[in-house]
């Protein structure tokens, strides 16, 4: 069945450093979706990117889909404590979500 | 415009009980996802429902089971509890299938 593959699992990093997290799927997608979940909170919906190589800016977020709609990225620049949480990528058909990267950032 | 409302938020059951959780979507939307978060396994999708039909289902035992009413809002239950019941369990709502979804707070079930 389609599964969505998400790395890395955990990440940490000082404030001001990037970040980037990656989602693989076995399937082709119809669209993706990005989401943000805070500790102790819900995930909250950030993005869905639909075209082949589509790239969405948010503020120092970057969001690309991948030319064979089969992989996405999410960058951070110059992270800050706000970033905390742990960010999911949902793929379509059903939508299957990656186990997420858990962001933590020291200052 | 409320957001995606479950009840209840919390629930402590023991094994082999059962048990419903309700979620109520957003005013308008007519579609919703049930997911079950662990530590382990993080977000799991369970089923998915749009216009009182299920659309989808995930991998999960036929313990598990949902139902959508007419006026779009859910119910999910688990019959014969197990330990490894124990989770977070998200609706989210969105206004069509495979839109953007919003999820609820969520329920956390604990099985003793």
């Known amino acids: 069945g389609q599964q969505v593959m998400q790395i890395p699992q955990y990440q940490h990093v000082q404030e001001g450093e990037d970040f980037t997290t990656y989602c693989n799927s076995s399937t082709t997608l119809s669209n993706i979706q990005w989401y943000k979940q805070r500790p102790g909170g819900h995930p909250v919906f950030l993005i869905q990117l639909v075209k082949s190589g589509e790239v969405k800016k948010q503020k120092r977020l970057t969001f690309q889909f991948g030319e064979a709609k089969k992989n996405s990225s999410l960058h951070i620049t110059a992270t800050q404590t706000t970033d905390v949480g742990t960010y999911f990528c949902?793929?379509?058909?059903?939508?299957?979500f990656g186990k997420g990267t858990t962001l933590s950032v020291s200052s | 415009k409320a957001g995606v409302t479950q009840t209840p938020r919390y629930l402590i059951k023991t094994r082999g009980q059962q048990v419903t959780l309700s979620c109520s979507p957003i005013?308008?939307?007519?579609?919703v996802s049930w997911y079950q978060q662990t530590p382990g396994q993080g977000l799991q999708f369970l089923f998915e429902y749009f216009s009182e039909t299920q659309r989808n289902k995930g991998n999960f035992p036929g313990r598990f089971s949902g139902r959508q009413f007419s006026n779009s809002r859910s119910e999910m239950n688990v019959s014969t509890l197990e330990l490894g019941d124990s989770a977070l369990y998200l609706c989210?709502?969105?206004?069509?299938?495979?839109?953007?979804?919003?999820f609820g707070p969520g329920t956390r079930l604990t099985v003793l």
């Open positions: 989210a709502s969105s206004l069509g299938y495979s839109d953007t979804q919003y």
């Open positions: 005013s308008g939307h007519r579609s």
């Open positions: 949902a793929g379509r058909t059903a939508l299957i």
